[in-house]
């Protein structure tokens, strides 16, 4: 609820940096990024400055609401109103709070939170039904390409992807759409011939970093994401998921940067230009 508040705010993470100084508070955006891309509660002082720099006047209810599931009281939980019907007015003129359940499961000892599961409205990257072979550019850095790479901190040892000079030679990439809306994206090795589906990485030293796996699968979440039209043929890689996209480690778009799942926002290293043809097919992939 706390990613759907920042995406309903309509404020990138400067944006809500800056509207907290102006309101005499500190939140940084590497924090912020921190905390959206984590399922942890956030510590008790962060979700206030949050809120109120999202446009909350009133965020008593948001602290409750933490307080409640940090205590293990997850019935009738305060949160804010999410409203289905449409409406143009900003989330801070709406009616703040009403009683949602939070589920409880595993044994009650998970808490879900709550999330939308309907991804917004965008252009997609028009595909044809049989994929096509692509490179990904970096928009800002187009000499820049998506492809195999290193975790520069050295704790991953596998290949990872991330930007390099897209005249260095690299696996070759196809994307694969899946279903009316989803894409994965192939990686052929360029001496093995090897097929692999990017796919992120949930936990360990590389928790969200992208690697390529040989097992590829349509109902894998982590595999598929939605190629949307930002502007001027740039597009961002969203995760299935819906509040996550493919941005650059780091933020900087430069050589080595590695590709990292983090909170969606309107920054550049979110942003990629992609090039198809229509030359070669991937083969079925068969385990075993």
Known sequence: MLRELKDRSGLTLRGLEERAAAQGEVLARSTVADMLRKDSLPRPELP???????????????????????????????????????????????????????????LGMTTVFLQGDVLPSAQLLPLVSAGSWATIHAADAPDLCLTEGR????????????????????????????????????????????????????????????EPQNHCADDNDDQLFRVELVRDQRYRFRSAGGSACVGLRGGAVVEGAEAVREPCADEADQEFTVDLTSSGRVQPIVDG
């Open 151 to 210: 975790d520069s901190s050295g704790r991953y040892p596998s290949e990872i992807a991330a930007l390099r000079p897209c005249a260095v030679p690299g696996p070759r990439v196809f994307l694969q759409p899946v279903g009316d809306e989803f894409t994965t994206i192939k990686w052929e090795h360029p001496v093995e011939k090897v097929i692999g589906c990017l796919t992120v990485i949930r936990s360990g030293p590389a928790e969200h970093l992208v």
């Open 48 to 106: 206030a400055v949050y809120v109120r720099a999202c446009g909350v006047e009133q965020p008593a209810a948001w602290l409750r609401a933490r307080e409640r599931l940090a205590t293990g009281i997850h019935d009738a939980v305060e949160v804010p109103e999410q409203r289905k019907t449409v409406s143009d007015r900003p989330l801070w003129q709406r009616p703040s709070v009403v009683l949602a359940a939070v589920v409880v499961a595993v």
